[in-house]
């Protein structure tokens, strides 16, 4: 049996190995690599860990798959693209507002399902075919929609990478609205500037004869999801949470009077194919690694070194938690290495710590070769690729990284600004 460390070397190598010359798959390199780390600990081949591990992710996958087909069924009725011109006409054709439009749809999905690769299958379908009335380049669309997404995953009330890490310091998810707004609202007002300044002479969408039922059908499907979102999070005692996946397979099923048996068959094959299959795999393979880096001890290495290095080489560190991201995606950076930066930095207020790092760790969503938020704004938007979208996303997400790194910095001084306004908002 190895120590810990040399486990994680051992598994780091073999990853490389099966990922780059032999250039297997991701997921079937990320399981090889927790198969060989499980035999090097004295475990053998632990079956029981590698099965539980996949499950770990799961509710994340069914979001996934659901998103997909949200999209997928606004996209084959036809509604998206209705909904969008519908929009475009009712803005008056301002790149401006059409963007702030556009931003607003995409920032609530990411608020409401607490993760930005959801939001943007299922936001992003809706707000494409507008965004293309702006003049703006194919990649600066698909930029736009990961970036603002993000910044939605990172705002209240749901951030799952905040949730996780608090989940794994122990403390309750409360109290966090502020510095979690403080967070996502700059970014991605910087986001909708960055891209209008960018946009060129955009073309009003051709009106289409079937445009007013089509549109009015977005606007009600989407008022109807948004506002039981709103009532859910306003009232959460009184109605009860159906989830997530629920409520966005429950909006495509609205989209199917305009979608048919046929249309239902295509959006559904669609949905379970290609890139949202591939990320759903990798989110489970993600989940048997660290299941498996946990049964190691790699996991309480990682937290015992992490919180070895005193300020301000701690924050230097941090660096690292977006270049796990790569690899483990947001939610496994802030499982792995958000958890030990929060007990790092135990002196200031946790509140921050995990604001901030759920922030630090969203950046793993322009990390490739995951880089969920950027692949699948690609796979959405559909005419680019992922590295121009990854170029196009720079600034923003520097943004994103900086409003983090800074909260947690100055942790000491915004404490006291973070008591009065929440004393102010519930009073």
């Known amino acids: 049996m190895l120590s810990p460390g040399l486990i994680l070397l051992a ?9 780059w010359p032999l250039r297997w798959p991701l997921p079937a390199a990320l399981i090889g690599a927790a198969v060989v780390a499980g035999l090097l600990g004295g475990f053998g081949i632990p079956f029981r860990h590698l099965v539980e591990g996949g499950f ?32 475009v006409a009712l803005l008056g054709g301002s790149v401006w507002l059409v963007l702030a439009f556009a931003g607003l749809l995409l920032f609530a999905g990411g608020m409401f399902v607490g993760i930005a690769g959801v939001a943007v299958l299922a936001a992003g ?8 009335a702006t003049g703006l380049a194919s990649h600066h669309i698909a930029a736009f929609v990961a970036v603002v997404a993000t910044c939605g995953m990172i705002a209240p009330p749901l951030n799952v990478p905040a949730m996780t890490i608090a989940d794994g310091v122990n403390m309750p998810y409360l109290g966090f609205a502020v510095p979690l707004l403080a967070l996502s609202i700059p970014p991605a007002l910087f986001a909708v500037v960055h891209f209008a300044l960018r946009a060129g002479r955009g073309t009003p969408p051709a009106a289409d004869p079937g445009d007013g039922r089509l549109a009015f ?28 996946p629920i409520v966005l397979v429950i909006g495509a099923l609205l989209a199917l009077p305009w979608l048919g048996a046929g249309g239902l068959a ?35 290495f990682i937290v015992i070194n992490s919180m070895s290095f005193p300020p301000p080489w701690t924050f230097v560190e941090m660096v690292m ?12 950076a802030a499982n792995v290495l958000g958890v030990p930066f929060a007990f790092a930095l135990i002196h200031q ?31 959405v938007v559909g005419d680019t690729r992922i ?14 990284g900086l409003c983090g790194l800074v909260m947690l910095i100055f942790a000491g001084e915004l404490t006291s600004l973070l008591i009065t306004a929440t004393d102010n908002a519930t009073n």
């Open 11 to 19: 598994a780091v190598i073999v990853l490389a190995v099966l990922a």
């Open 56 to 87: 770990g992710y799961i509710n994340l996958v069914l979001a996934l798959f659901a998103g997909a087909l949200f999209g997928q069924a606004m996209l084959v009725s036809g509604i998206a693209d209705a909904f969008g011109r519908r929009c």
């Open 125 to 132: 379908a809706l707000v494409v075919p507008m965004l293309r």
């Open 217 to 244: 059908a977005g606007f009600v499907i989407v008022a109807l999801i948004l506002g039981f979102w709103t009532l859910l999070r306003i009232f959460p005692g009184s109605i009860p949470d159906p989830a997530v």
């Open 266 to 300: 295509r959006a559904t094959a669609q949905s379970f194919t290609g890139t949202p299959l591939l990320l759903a795999a990798i989110l489970v393979a993600v989940g048997v690694l660290v299941q498996i880096m946990t049964l190691t001890g790699v996991r309480g």
């Open 321 to 332: 938690i977006p270049i796990v991201g790569s690899v483990l995606t947001s939610m496994g």
């Open 349 to 379: 207020d946790m509140i921050l710590n995990v604001s901030g790092l759920s922030a630090i760790s969203a950046l793993s969503e322009f990390m490739p070769p995951t880089a969920i938020a950027a692949a699948l704004s690609t796979y």
């Open 387 to 400: 590295g121009a979208v990854l170029r196009a996303s720079l600034w923003p997400a520097l943004v994103i």
